[in-house]
């Protein structure tokens, strides 16, 4: 089951995902972000996600350095949330 999701979220991040989705996304989780700030996010997911989706978290003190302290535990939150749900 844990492959079917990761697969599920690789194809949507390499075919769908866009920066409105980020914002989009954010805005429904009444999370403010700039454009600047679902840029920096879409850019590092692009970047990213294969080794996060493989356990590498080591990325996110890539994403910790770019954007503010509240913004990056807010994407951690998240984060470890959906993780407890589909990939572990």
Known sequence: MIHIY????SNY???NLTVDDILTYAAK??????KSDS???????KRNYKNILNGDE????E???SISNYLY?????LYKE???KFLI
């Open 39 to 45: 840029i920096i996010i879409y850019n590092f997911i």
């Open 13 to 15: 991040i390499n075919h």
């Open 6 to 9: 990761k697969n599920l979220i």
């Open 29 to 34: 989780k009444q999370i403010l972000l700039s």
């Open 63 to 65: 994403l910790q350095e």
């Open 73 to 77: 535990q807010k994407i951690m939150s």
């Open 58 to 61: 080591s990325s996110f003190q």
């Open 82 to 84: 959906y993780k407890s």
